[in-house]
Antibody, heavy 123, light 106 residues
Framework: QVQLQESGPGLVKPSQTLSLTCTVSGGSLTSAEHYWTWVRQPPGKGLEWIGYIYYTGSTYYSPSLNGRVAISVDTSKNQFSLNLTSATAADTAVYYC???????????????WGQGALVTVSS | SYVLTQTPSVSVSPGQTASITCFGDNLGEKYVSWSKQAPGQSPVLVIYEDAKRPSGIPERISGSNSGNTATLTISGAQALDEADYYCQVWDSSYVIFGGGTKLTVL
């Protein structure tokens, strides 16, 4: 059973870069059937897709983040990471890493989630 | 960009049937998944590919998708079903979530 665990600072100052890492156990980041994804949830609000990375390094990001996001992967450590630049209070949220099953891309679905990490952007 | 619309809240009496809907343009041409998020918890997949249940999800939870509407149906609602439910699709390599529906069992 795959497990995902987020880690990183819980407090980030405005204009700085928000950085999180997701460690995957019980599964491989080199799986051809999965995209490794970041999703966030502002307090009291719904889920927002941030982006995903494939083990080859190819990435897709939500256009709503206006080019501030970068996701990278380290297959040797079985980790993938999120960097979100120029953070503002609007980026305060619980950040989840999750595994997206893409055996059939058009039928993709999230089959595993991390427990989530609250990141607050405040001075 | 593609938009999924969900009714913000639905109430159901214990033992009755709850229907949670997700609307999108020609949604029936896409595959829809549903995730359940209990208070303070991470989301959990309950339906994928419109109507398939992952192992461990009871048969009283079912899904359908046709036209512009996908529906998650919970039969014999129980207190443990009280949660937020999100629909999700894949559109041109992007992941799209609905806004979520809060199901109250009372």
């Amino acid at each position: 059973q795959v497990q995902l665990q987020e880690s990183g600072p819980g407090l980030v100052k405005p204009s700085q870069t928000l950085s999180l890492t997701c460690t995957v156990s019980g599964g491989s980041l080199t799986s051809a059937e999965h995209y490794w994804t970041w999703v966030r949830q502002p307090p009291g609000k719904g889920l927002e897709w941030i982006g995903y990375i494939y083990y080859t390094g190819s990435t897709y990001y939500s256009p709503s983040l206006n080019g501030r996001v970068a996701i990278s992967v380290d297959t040797s450590k079985n980790q993938f990471s999120l960097n979100l630049t120029s953070a503002t209070a609007a980026d305060t949220a619980v950040y989840y890493c999750a595994r997206l099953n893409v055996v059939v891309a058009a039928a993709s679905y999230f089959d595993s989630w991390g427990q989530g990490a609250l990141v607050t952007v405040s001075s | 960009s593609y938009v999924l619309t969900q009714t913000p809240s639905v109430s159901v009496s214990p033992g009755q049937t709850a229907s949670i809907t997700c609307f999108g343009d020609n949604l029936g041409e896409k595959y829809v998944s549903w995730s359940k998020q209990a208070p303070g918890q991470s989301p959990v997949l309950v339906i994928y590919e419109d109507a398939k249940r992952p192992s461990g999800i009871p048969e009283r939870i079912s899904g359908s998708n046709s036209g512009n509407t996908a529906t998650l149906t919970i039969s014999g609602a129980q207190a443990l079903d009280e949660a937020d439910y999100y629909c999700q699709v894949w559109d041109s390599s992007y992941v799209i979530f609905g806004g979520g529906t809060k199901l109250t069992v009372l």
